[in-house]
Nanobody
Framework: VQLQASGGGLVQAGGSLRLSCAAS????????MDWFRQAPGKEREFVAA?????????YYADSVKGRFTISRDNAKNTVYLQMNSLKPEDTAVYYC????????????????WGQGTEVTVSS
């Protein structure tokens, strides 16, 4: 599976962005899809995940719960991260990822990483 993330940019605090991650490969439907982020000088951290199962069970980090929404379109092999009410502390490089297992993934548990897309939130 190859992953290509896009949609990052510069936005003011309180604004919104939607990230997209396009996946190649016929097995996309069988992978849970995830978003991580890494701020300068910090470790990469989990943001959101969506299961591969029908119904798309979702998981969120506490820091983004209620503001971010993860979704997937299996027909388009694409996963999205809608980010609302953005805060300066959301500034980071955002990475999409794929895992075989559902649930909240760890960095070490990721099977495939995409390249990052940078999000900058100004105050």
């Amino acid at each position: 599976v190859q992953l290509q993330a896009s949609g990052g940019g510069l936005v003011q605090a309180g604004g919104s962005l939607r990230l997209s991650c396009a996946a190649s490969g016929r097995t996309f439907n069988f992978y849970a899809m995830d978003w991580f982020r890494q701020a300068p000088g910090k470790e990469r951290e989990f943001v959101a995940a969506i299961s591969w199962r029908s119904g798309g069970v979702t998981y969120y980090a506490d820091s983004v719960k209620g503001r971010f929404t993860i979704s997937r379109d299996n027909a388009k092999n694409t996963v999205y991260l809608q980010m609302n009410s953005l805060k300066p502390e959301d500034t980071a490089v955002y990475y999409c990822a794929a895992t075989r297992l559902d649930g909240v993934p760890t960095v070490k548990g990721i099977n495939y990483w995409g390249q990052g897309t940078e999000v900058t939130v100004s105050s």
